[in-house]
């Protein structure tokens, strides 16, 4: 099962919205509503923020919101805020009964 | 509070067997699906096993499929990760995650420890 694909980083300023893309297949992300993304800062465990595609867990912001069309999901950031500079991965169940996680995003505020 | 803490990881030789040991606290262990994930230094997350939370269904992505064995004791809370024939490629942080459901298919990792090294060299 390959990785799904996201860009290796992404930028924005305080205040602005950064969106993130997670590209698969029709045997994972095109063909389930079981995408979730999680935010991870350097040496700590990973968080997640979004679950079935664009449910947010209690306790995280509001101002990240997921979305998917067709092999697509994308996690977009609103009002980027200092401590939203982190790495964000895509997860996805797949059709061979697994997980999969994205290679992952680096975001910088700049 | 859910913790989940892990244990087990140290510095193992090519072809050498490891059993990785994760405790949970503050949930109703039972009720829900449990992972291991693993990070290699300075990369990705790998997904690489999953048990349902009754312990009857595992699941296991293809590196690992044949050399790790997932299980899980409901009446201690806690989940296991048993790897044999281990590789420099197996070198990673493994996290023992919480799935949000029962059911290893519909389920995100809501809860994470922090991670236990496991290095495999001569």
């Known amino acids: 099962q390959s990785a799904l694909t996201q860009p290796a980083s992404v930028s924005g300023s305080p205040g602005q919205s950064i969106t993130i893309s997670c590209t698969g297949t029709?045997?994972?992300?095109?063909?389930?509503?079981?995408v979730s993304w999680y935010q991870q800062h350097p040496d700590r465990a990973p968080q997640l923020i979004i679950h079935?595609?664009?449910n947010r867990p209690s306790g995280v912001s509001h101002r990240f919101s997921g979305s998917k069309s067709g092999n697509t999901a994308s996690l977009t950031i609103s009002g980027l805020q200092a401590e939203d500079e982190a790495y964000y991965y895509c997860s996805s169940y797949t059709d061979s009964s697994t997980h999969v996680f994205g290679t992952g995003t680096g975001v910088t505020v700049l | 509070e859910v913790q989940l803490v892990e244990s087990g990881g140290d510095l193992i030789q090519p072809g050498g067997s490891l059993r990785l040991s994760c405790a949970a606290s503050?949930?109703?262990?039972?009720?829900?699906?449990m992972s291991w994930v693993r990070q290699a230094p300075g990369k990705g997350l790998e997904w690489v096993s999953g048990?349902?939370?009754?312990?009857?269904?595992?699941f296991y992505a293809g590196s690992v499929k044949g050399r790790f064995t997932v299980s899980r004791d409901n009446s201690k809370n806690a989940v296991y990760l048993q790897m044999t024939g281990l590789r420099g490629e197996d070198t990673a942080v493994y996290f023992c995650a919480k799935g949000s459901r029962g059911t290893v298919a519909v389920a995100a990792w809501d809860s994470w420890g922090q991670g236990t090294l496991v290095a495999v060299s001569s």
């Open positions: 048990i349902s939370g009754s312990g009857t269904r595992t």
């Open positions: 079935d595609v664009n």
């Open positions: 029709s045997g994972d992300v095109g063909g389930y509503n079981f």
């Open positions: 503050g949930f109703t262990f039972v009720t829900y699906a």
